[in-house]
């Protein structure tokens, strides 16, 4: 039984998600799928002087900037914080609106379950990110 309509979760990127899988090595798809998140682009930037290379991809809320697999977790994780600050936001105001006199009680609750649901999703990648961050070797980068 699927509570969220599909429209309602877009699809996470999944070209976008597989590239960075590759530059990363990192694997999430059972966790970002269906989370609201949603990879749009990622582009490989060179800075022409030192030839350094970088990362930044593009999701349905902001960009990520990394250069390889440390910098990708810890500026995922900023991300995550940041998202799920946003649906503890949109909680609130969802409650608020529940004190009004003309209520859509089925928005409400549709508004409800994809907070909850994304926000669970994002919540399990985020615990995730911090436990890989802890096994690199140094956690303080």
Do not use: C
């Not at 039984?1 to 599909?6: C, G, N």
């Not at 990127?13 to 059972?30: H, P, R």
């Not at 809320?61 to 900023?78: H, L, N």
Request: glycine share 2%; hydrophobic share 35%; proline share 3%.
């Amino acid at each position: 039984m699927k509570f969220i309509p599909d429209k309602m979760n877009p699809n996470y990127g999944e070209d976008v998600y597989e590239k960075v899988s590759e530059i990363t090595k990192l694997k999430f798809k059972a966790l970002i799928k269906d989370s609201g998140i949603e990879f749009k682009q990622i582009y490989q930037m060179t800075d022409l002087i030192t030839q350094k290379q970088n990362y930044v991809i593009f999701t349905n809320a902001d960009s990520i900037f990394f250069d390889d697999r440390t910098e990708f977790i810890q500026a995922f994780i900023e991300w995550l914080k940041k998202s799920i600050s946003q649906f503890n936001a949109e909680y609130e105001e969802l409650v608020e609106r529940q004190n009004q006199a003309i209520v859509d009680d089925n928005l409400i609750y549709l508004e409800n379950e994809r907070i909850g649901h994304n926000g669970n999703k994002q919540l399990k990648l985020l615990n995730k990110m911090r436990e890989l961050r802890t096994e690199l070797p140094n956690p303080n980068k």
